[in-house]
C-alpha cells in the first residue's frame, strides 16, 4: 500500500481524504495541520499532527499531498516539504509555474526527492489536452472555456466590497461562441465573446445596492472586461441554492489536415463538474501514485503533469491496461 499522508485540511485536504480511502492500493497515515490538532474533526480515522512536526515523520510517508493555497502557502510550502517528503501540489498561478518549477526543482535534486507540481484540472488535465491538440493539429487554433461554474477568487473579491455580506460569482461561457467555435470557424474571440459573469450578492441591510454594483461591475482585473450581472438575494436564498462548488470547462483544438489543408477537425475534452476541489483532489491523489512509483524506480526532481506516462497514473500493472484499455 502507498502510504498517503495529507498537508491541509480545507475543501481540498477532505477531498484528497476521501480519494484516498476510494483508492485499491493506498492507505492514509497522516494529516498535519497549522491549526491545534485536538481541533480538527476529519472524516475518517487518520492521525492528525502539527505542521511542524512533519519532518518527525519523513520515513514513514511515501508521498505528501500538499493542500494549500497558491497565493501564500505552496511557494513556499512545496520547496519545504520537498526536502524530505515525495511531493503533489495544485500551484495554479499560470504566470508563475516556472519559477515555482525551478525551486522545487533545485530542493528535489538536492533531496533526491521527487515532486509533481501544478496538478489538477487547470493547470493538469486541460494542459494535457492542449498539448496533445497542438501535437495532433499543428495547423490549428486553441480556445479553453470554463464554466458554468463557481469562481472563488471573484466571489471573494466581492465579499470584500464595503456592505456585501456574502456572493457568487460564476463563470458562463457565451454559447454563440461556443457554437462557432465547435463548427470550425476558428474565430477570433475577444475576452468579453467568450465568457459572461453571473454574480448573486447578499447586501447588508440598508446598503447602497447601486453602488455595490457598479464597483462589482467596474471592478478592474476581475468583471470589467466582461458582461456582467448582479442579483441580490438573500442570505437564506444564498445558502440554499448556492451551497456547492461547481465548476468545469472545455478545450479545444481546432485545426486542417492535407496537402491543401482541405480537412477540419475538432477536438474537445469537457469536464462538468460537481465539486471543483473534490475532482482536483482525485486528480492529486492518482499523480501520487506516479510520483510512488517515479521515486522507487530511482528517479528525482520536479516534475508536471506533461513528464508523467498515463500508466504511472492507474493502480492496474501494464499487462492489465494492454489487455482492458488499449
Not at 92 to 115: L, M, Q, R, W, Y
Request: glycine letters at 8%.
Amino acid at each position: 500500500m502507498i502510504r498517503i499522508a495529507i498537508a491541509g485540511y480545507g475543501n481540498l485536504g477532505r477531498g484528497v481524504e476521501a480519494a484516498v480511502t476510494n483508492a485499491c492500493d493506498m492507505e492514509l497515515v497522516a494529516l498535519f495541520t497549522r491549526r491545534d490538532p485536538a481541533s480538527v474533526k476529519t472524516e475518517t480515522d487518520i492521525p492528525v499532527y502539527s505542521m511542524e512536526d512533519a519532518v518527525k515523520y519523513k520515513d514513514d510517508i511515501d508521498v505528501m499531498i500538499l493542500c494549500g493555497g497558491s497565493a501564500k502557502d505552496l511557494p513556499t510550502q512545496t520547496p519545504d516539504m520537498a526536502k524530505y517528503f515525495n511531493v503533489i501540489d495544485s500551484f495554479d498561478t499560470h504566470a508563475k509555474i516556472p519559477e515555482h518549477f525551478a525551486n522545487v526543482d533545485k530542493v528535489c535534486k538536492e533531496s533526491g526527492k521527487v515532486a509533481i507540481i501544478s496538478v489538477g484540472w487547470d493547470p493538469g488535465m486541460f494542459s494535457l489536452n492542449r498539448l496533445y491538440g497542438q501535437a495532433i493539429l499543428p495547423c490549428g487554433n486553441d480556445y479553453t472555456f470554463w464554466g458554468k461554474g463557481v469562481s472563488q477568487g471573484h466571489s471573494d473579491a466581492i465579499r470584500r466590497i464595503e456592505g456585501v455580506v456574502d456572493a457568487r460569482q460564476y463563470t458562463v461561457p457565451v454559447e454563440a461562441a461556443l457554437d462557432s467555435v465547435r463548427a470550425g470557424e476558428n474565430p477570433t474571440l475577444t475576452t468579453r465573446q467568450k465568457h459572461t459573469r453571473e454574480c448573486f450578492v447578499v447586501a447588508e441591510e440598508g446598503a447602497d445596492k447601486a453602488r455595490i454594483e457598479n464597483e462589482i461591475k467596474t471592478m478592474p482585473n476581475y468583471f470589467a472586461d466582461y458582461d456582467t450581472t448582479v442579483t441580490f438575494i438573500t442570505k437564506e436564498e444564498l445558502d440554499r441554492d448556492h451551497a456547492g462548488i461547481p465548476h468545469g470547462g472545455m478545450v479545444f483544438r481546432t485545426g486542417t489536415t492535407g496537402l491543401n489543408n482541405e480537412n477540419k477537425h475538432v477536438i474537445e475534452y469537457r469536464l462538468q463538474l460537481d465539486s471543483n476541489p473534490q475532482f482536483t483532489s482525485s486528480v492529486l491523489t492518482a499523480f501520487a501514485r506516479a510520483a510512488y512509483r517515479l521515486a522507487n524506480e530511482g528517479a528525482k526532481g520536479c516534475k508536471t503533469v506533461f513528464d508523467i506516462a498515463p500508466a504511472y497514473l492507474h493502480p492496474a500493472s501494464g499487462e492489465e491496461l494492454r489487455k482492458n484499455l488499449l
